[in-house]
Nanobody, 121 residues
Framework: QVQLVESGGGLVQTGGSLRLSCAAS????????MGWYRQAPGKQRELVAT???????NYADSVKGRFTISRDNAKNTVYLQMNSLKPEDTAVYYC???????????????WGQGTQVTVSS
């Protein structure tokens, strides 16, 4: 089995910073895309940022210039550095990854349990 475990959420004031981490563990041969999504109360889950195994990144327009996604392939871990946080960034943040458990086998998509980020005004 594969697990994604997030950490680093919390309460921060407007303009502050937080760093989220997500570590994948279990039966892992390779990981393609890793990413972060978020869901605010009453809203649909939305993409925040993704990163491929080669380091290609993609960001939602709302976080460009403020958030930075990175990964450590040796540790099967993805990070999200969030700066200049705004109240509208308040949400549960979920880690996501496309993981191939064995060579030559299918890739499966996994979600973490989520971590709460609250930005106070």
């Amino acid at each position: 089995q594969v697990q994604l475990v997030e950490s680093g959420g919390g309460l921060v004031q407007t303009g502050g910073s937080l760093r989220l981490s997500c570590a994948a563990s279990g039966n892992i041969f390779s990981i393609n895309v890793m990413g972060w999504y978020r869901q605010a109360p009453g809203k649909q889950r939305e993409l925040v940022a993704t990163i491929t195994s080669g380091g290609y990144t993609n960001y939602a327009d709302s976080v460009k210039g403020r958030f930075t996604i990175s990964r450590d392939n040796a540790k099967n871990t993805v990070y999200l550095q969030m700066n200049s946080l705004k109240p509208e960034d308040t949400a549960v943040y979920y880690c996501n990854a496309d993981i191939r458990p064995l060579p030559g086998r299918l890739t499966y998509n996994y979600w973490g349990q989520g971590t709460q980020v609250t930005v106070s005004s």
